[in-house]
């Protein structure tokens, strides 16, 4: 056999246990009365198990049922993040300060006319002139108020955020409740709160940070000590990193876990 | 005669029993029992100070005063403090607020949006006054009226003096070092891996007769990522067209992907190619992250891309496109400043930009006076960093606190 009868093969007995799971869904066990909401529901959920496992099929390799998933998801996500951004942004926010009238005819309530709101109005007419190609020049107008508006905006954020604010963190004790070599080693253990584990926090948070900075300093270059602290740095930046890898793929472990789930439960009712 | 007797007797028991103390009218209190000898009302707060609360943006009033004397003393039976506030002396007062007893002060702070049911105006007068409870509702004390006062915003927050200071000293060194870089002073950038396998990679692909795949992330057009990322992007434009290489670059946001077509198109018309430049080369996918990851490892796998650059911003999405380019088999080079990110693009792809070498390859890749001169701003910015840490810790471990406070700013 050829490989489009194997396709066609492949798809009939997809289409069948699709039709399968649907029948079954819709009428789940004795006693209960089919509705049409039971048979939509039924509906709906085996189209997104098959949905699922064409995302996972993924992990085979391409072929047509993760590209008929990709599209409709890229299609529909697309058209959804339009009509969000229309309601949200133009009819939500812009109309009740600029028209009465439209926000008769869109049926939202009239705040009141705001001419602030007629900035952010010429600034997206003059980002649709990119579809004129005599006009489209006036676009950079409204990117160039966009980008640099933001980007200094940003700029004081994070001199606030990741620069001061760290550099005040960095101004920690070496010597945590030092009551003598003594008290120390007596207390020589790794509680969270002990004398030697608050001490070892500062100290790792005042040399990662001193040898981290070394590491992103691009003016020289890393030789002798300057390059000793700057091995130093991208040690600390690498088990950083290797901490938060374990730490991030918990997080998407339990992503799967809710996708089996669904597969599990909501579509095959396997579990309890 | 008897009866006589009767409140003889009586009137001794009464003299010769105790007398009823605060501290037997405060256990009942608390009990919850309310006897007629219990609706004793505590001392109300006094010397009530209001004024319009500093460094914020208005619709906010301050307020302090001294407690009741029966806070913590004498009846001892107060459990807090209500605040009420009215447009004038004679109400109506609404209430704004409850705080427990022992407090001293409470910040009022209303909207700022006028459709807002608890909008704050500005510029008009309030009066306030403080109730004083107890565990029984119907037994408080308030205060007298204070007021009025007017709430205003402030044009300039002195709690963000630090801020000005650094942005002051960062634009000087930096205006200091474009000057020079413009003056034609050679400013050294060390070498970084990641840069030099750019142009490695662009040859690859000329050589296997296969596109160049540019990922942008996730960020919006105006993240200090994206817009080291464009002039990467750039620069890799201007290699493609010369060599007459293929490009993808699919879009995340829409205005993104408008600065991207631009950037792309002027990098042809840098390389004398305008002809060669198609707009469907940059093209927007969706905003949505997961269809977009879905649609990019499409392209990944049915166009072949011989490199896989990915620089930007990006979220959950990195793994998942960085594995499919692996399992593609082209060359990847990321970079990003998502710290939770960077991990993934270490894992996956062949080279990786942490954190400011992006911002590093952006200069040094468009050796522009305007990026060096930055660049050259950030690591002196660096060294100040590292001299103020060492010297504030130095202070902290003598015991000398006031320099740490001096790194404060408030919101």
């Known amino acids: 056999m050829n490989g489009s009868r194997w396709m066609l093969i492949i798809l009939i007995a997809v289409v069948a246990l699709f039709l399968v799971s649907w029948a079954i869904k819709s009428f789940p066990s004795s006693g209960v009365t089919v ?56 009819v939500g926010n812009l109309i009740p300060r600029i028209s009465p009238g439209l926000s008769k005819f869109f049926g939202v309530p009239y705040k009141e006319f705001t001419f602030y709101y007629f900035v952010p109005l010429i600034l997206g007419i003059l980002l649709l002139m990119r579809l004129s190609s005599k006009a489209g ?118 992503l799967l876990v809710g996708r089996l789930t669904f597969l599990f439960d909501d579509w095959l009712g396997l579990l309890n | 005669m008897k009866r006589q007797l009767l409140l003889l007797l009586l009137l001794c028991l009464a003299v010769a029993a105790p007398p009823a103390t605060a501290q ?59 605040i009420y506030r009215a447009p004038s ?43 004083t409870i107890t565990a029984d509702s119907a037994v408080y004390a308030e205060s007298a009226v204070a007021g009025p006062i007017q709430s205003y915003g402030q044009w300039f927050n002195t709690g963000r003096v630090p801020v000005l200071i650094f942005v002051a000293c960062f634009l000087a060194l930096t205006l200091y070092f474009i000057n020079r870089a413009k003056g034609g002073a050679d400013l050294y950038v060390r070498p970084l891996a990641g840069i030099g396998a750019v142009d490695e990679a662009i040859g690859r692909a000329t050589e296997m007769g296969k596109p160049i795949l540019y990922v942008l992330g996730l960020g919006t057009a105006a993240d200090i990522a994206t817009i080291a990322s464009y002039t990467i ?36 018309a840098d390389a004398g190619r305008p002809d060669a430049y198609k707009e469907d080369m940059v093209y927007f996918v969706t905003q949505s992250q997961f269809a ?28 998942i496109l960085a594995e499919t380019g692996a399992l593609a088999g082209s060359i990847q080079i990321a970079g990003t400043d998502e710290i939770a990110q960077i991990p993934f693009f270490v894992v996956a792809c062949d080279y990786t930009l942490i954190g400011e070498e992006l911002y590093a390859a952006s200069a040094y890749l468009g050796r522009e006076p ?6 050259k701003a950030q690591d002196y910015a660096k060294a100040g960093v590292i001299l103020i840490a060492v010297v504030g810790f130095i202070l902290l471990n003598f015991g000398v606190d006031g320099f740490k406070e001096f790194f404060f700013v408030s919101n």
């Open chain 2, 233 to 268: 992007l750039g620069r890799v434009a201007k290699k493609v067209a010369e060599y007459q290489t293929g490009l993808i670059v699919p879009c995340y946001d829409p205005i993104v992907m408008t600065v991207a077509q631009e950037t792309v198109k002027a990098s042809y």
């Open chain 1, 137 to 254: 020049w006036l676009s950079r107008w409204a990117l160039a108020f966009i980008v640099g508006t933001t980007a200094g905006l940003n700029l004081i954020r994070y001199l606030r955020s990741d620069f001061i604010s760290q550099v005040s963190n960095t101004f920690v004790p070496l010597l945590v409740q030092w009551k003598g070599a003594g008290a120390f080693f007596s207390d020589f253990s790794l509680a969270s709160g002990g004398q030697f584990t608050l001490m070892l926090t500062n100290w790792v948070i005042f040399i990662g940070t001193f040898c981290g900075l070394i590491y992103f300093f691009f003016s020289k270059e890393h030789k002798g000590v300057f390059g000793a602290a700057s091995r130093v740095g991208i040690w600390v930046l690498m088990i950083t990193f290797g901490a938060s890898f374990g730490y991030t793929v918990m997080g998407r472990v339990s």
């Open chain 2, 89 to 131: 002396m004679e109400g109506p007062f609404v209430k704004r607020a409850g705080v427990p007893a022992g407090s001293h002060s409470h910040v009022d702070v209303g909207s700022k949006e006028k459709d807002s049911p608890d909008y704050m105006e500005d510029y008009i007068d309030y009066y306030y006054k403080i109730r």
């Open chain 2, 370 to 375: 305007l990026l060096l001169g930055s660049l």
């Open chain 2, 292 to 319: 977009y990851v879905a649609a990019v490892n499409g392209t990944m796998l049915r166009d072949h891309p011989a490199t896989n650059i990915y620089m930007g911003k990006f979220y959950a999405e990195s793994l």
């Open chain 2, 24 to 82: 037997t009218a405060e256990d009942s209190l608390l009990s919850g029992e309310t006897t007629g000898a219990l609706t004793v009302a505590p001392g109300p707060v006094s010397n009530i100070q209001l004024k319009d609360t500093d460094n914020d943006h208005g619709h906010s009033v301050t307020l302090s005063w001294e407690i009741s004397p029966d806070d913590g003393a004498g009846l001892n039976n107060v459990i807090g403090y209500e």
């Open chain 1, 35 to 90: 509705s049409w909401s039971s048979i939509r529901h039924a509906f709906f959920v085996t189209l997104a198990a098959f949905v699922t496992l064409a995302i996972f099929s993924f992990l085979y390799k391409d072929n047509p049922y993760y590209k008929f998933a990709e599209h409709l998801f890229v299609g529909v996500s697309a058209a959804y993040w339009m009509c969000v951004g229309f309601w949200s942004t133009f």
